[in-house]
């Protein structure tokens, strides 16, 4: 595959993105957009992102968005070079379980998680953004006690097998340790810190969140 360029800001969805392009051993480049100082709103990264989010990969034939859509192209068959990073199942049924993670990861828990991050989305007044905040909050709870009990039974997402679920459920992991849902992960979650921390045993989540700044789970 041609050079590929990744847009990320620390600790956004796109570390899931990051993580899988370190698996797979392609070539890119990796670009940091300053959210702090409000880059993803200017007209350069809007040119190639009009929605003006992370993760977009900028790929010989175009811009993608969208995290599932860039983590089944850069490991769909003929992007990569080995089979060992063949990251999302040929399998039937795998497949169509690897699909239904992200699916709901995207659709479900960020969406619900932006409730608190992005109230400004929901509401207008200061009143109606702290009841989108609290109810957000309270929301997510029961989704990250879902992943947990789902992860208690394998060491993976899929079961034996790693796949680009388990970089993506890290964004969550990450976030739910951050300062706007303020969990015990280790304590209220035990088994996806279990799996976060044979996550961070991986070379390319080592490499992904050093590029980052982030802090590896401990």
């Known amino acids: 595959m041609s050079h590929l360029v990744l847009y990320f800001w620390p600790g956004a969805c796109s570390i899931a993105a990051h993580i899988v392009l370190e698996e797979t051993g392609l070539t890119f480049e990796a670009i940091k957009v300053d959210f702090a100082a409000g880059k993803q709103r200017e007209p350069d990264y809007l040119a190639i992102?009009?929605?003006?989010?992370?993760?977009?990969?900028?790929?010989?034939?175009g811009i993608l968005t969208e995290t599932p859509a860039i983590l089944r192209y850069l490991t769909a068959a003929g992007t990569?070079?080995?089979?060992?990073?063949?990251?999302w199942p040929t399998e039937s049924r795998a497949d169509a379980r690897c699909a239904?993670?992200?699916?709901?990861?995207?659709?479900?828990?960020?969406?619900?998680?932006?409730?608190?991050?992005?109230?400004?989305?929901?509401?207008?007044?200061?009143?109606g953004k702290a009841e989108v905040v609290r109810k957000g909050v309270e929301s997510c709870r029961p989704l990250w006690q879902e992943i947990n009990d789902r992860l208690s039974a394998s060491p993976w997402a899929l079961g034996d097998t790693y796949s680009v679920v388990d970089p993506y459920l890290q964004v969550f992991w990450n976030w739910g340790r951050g300062q706007r849902l303020r969990y015990d992960m280790a304590t209220d979650f035990p088994a996806w810190t279990d799996h976060a921390r044979r996550l961070a045993e991986r070379p390319a989540v080592r490499r992904a969140f050093a590029r980052e700044g982030l802090a590896l789970p401990e």
Not at 100 to 127: F, K, M, Q
Request: aromatic share 10%; charged share 20%; net charge positive.
């Open 49 to 61: 992102n009009p929605r003006g989010r992370v993760p977009a990969l900028a790929t010989p034939w």
């Open 80 to 87: 990569h070079p080995t089979p060992a990073s063949r990251l």
């Open 100 to 127: 239904e993670w992200c699916s709901w990861l995207a659709s479900t828990v960020h969406v619900t998680y932006a409730h608190i991050s992005r109230a400004e989305r929901y509401a207008d007044s200061p009143e």
